[in-house]
């Protein structure tokens, strides 16, 4: 099988925060509530004239200004699920925008779960189809669908991109495994971006809560039982960035020391495909890993959909 890893990471937020006080002017609520049932303090919002696709293109900008001019990428997988066009789709946008070509591009909406779902569907095509680099991106502008009167989502969500390259050329942090799955019959339970009423976001949010506890717990120890590591071996959770007490329950129910769980939803909120980027960066920023760590990849959202990615550092 070829060896594919990761070789770059890239990130955009926009500059204008909406923090807790600011919801507090808007609806019903207080940033003790919010904090102590999300974990989130503040997130950022794109003005009007910036799409999703602009935040997909700055941080796919990032993640290529980290490379050099041979890992030209020949595949684009665009993770989206607040595109703002149907035709042409994010993907060629951020082509035009970045003026990659030729290559092969296309979008890929599945929620939350998008860009761990883009990683696997690239690494998968690398391996059938010879692309030796492939670009990956998120760009969500979720503040679009978000219902800024109603206290229980508006309070969830920020706008945000993230960008991966992968690649096959000596590459240092090598993908080990993939996996994929969804549960269609609760896919009524998230809902954004429909005709009249299902045009803002709605969720079950007790089901969705208990569902993502639940995956994100038996993904853990399906990564661990594949590549045979035990309780004590150095590996991290990078999970989408939903809500911190879906992380504390899961580091609960498995024992797992919070630590290794890498989160930034405190400053970013819940922003869909791109968060587990966000975090990504972040952490290897600020060198949070070691040579031979293992990192996992945890994505969950609507659908109900689920991915999930294990790297060696």
């Not at 976001?201 to 590549?227: C, H, P, T, W």
């Amino acid at each position: 099988m070829k060896k594919i890893g990761l070789a770059a990471v890239g990130s955009y937020v926009p500059e204008e925060k909406l923090t807790n006080g600011d919801l507090e002017k808007m609806v019903d609520t207080s940033d003790e509530w919010i904090t102590s049932r999300t974990g989130i303090k503040e997130r950022r919002i794109a003005p009007n004239h910036m799409h999703a696709s602009d935040l997909a293109a700055k941080a796919a900008a990032d993640c290529l200004a980290q490379t050099s001019t041979r890992h030209h990428p020949q595949l684009l997988i665009a993770a989206t699920s607040t595109a703002e066009k149907n035709v042409p789709n994010q993907a060629s946008i951020i082509a035009q925008k970045l003026n990659l070509s030729p290559l092969a591009a296309f979008d890929l909406n599945a929620a939350c779960s998008g860009l761990v779902y883009a990683l696997a569907v690239g690494w998968s095509l690398m391996q059938t189809q010879g692309y030796d680099h492939t670009l990956i991106t998120a760009g969500e502008k979720l503040s679009r669908f978000v219902d800024y009167k109603d206290r229980a989502t508006c309070v969830l969500f920020g706008d945000a991109g993230a960008a991966l390259l992968l690649s096959a050329d000596e590459p240092e942090h090598e993908i080990l495994t993939v996996e994929l799955g969804a549960d269609p019959s609760g896919a009524d339970l998230v809902v954004m971006g429909g005709m009249g009423d299902e045009f803002y976001f709605r969720q079950d949010g007790r089901n969705v809560f208990k569902f993502a506890v639940e995956k994100m717990g038996s993904l853990i120890d399906l990564l661990k039982a594949r590549l045979g590591l035990k309780d004590d071996d150095r590996y991290f959770i990078i999970p989408h960035q939903a809500n911190s007490r879906i992380l504390e329950a899961v580091a609960r129910n498995k024992r797992i020391p919070e630590e290794r769980f890498i989160s930034n939803i405190a400053k970013y909120g819940n922003t869909s495909a791109a968060s587990i980027g966000l975090a990504l960066k972040e952490a290897w920023a600020e060198q949070r890993f070691t040579k031979g760590d293992y990192l996992f990849l945890i994505g969950f959202g609507g659908g109900l959909s689920w991915a999930a990615a294990a790297i060696r550092w």
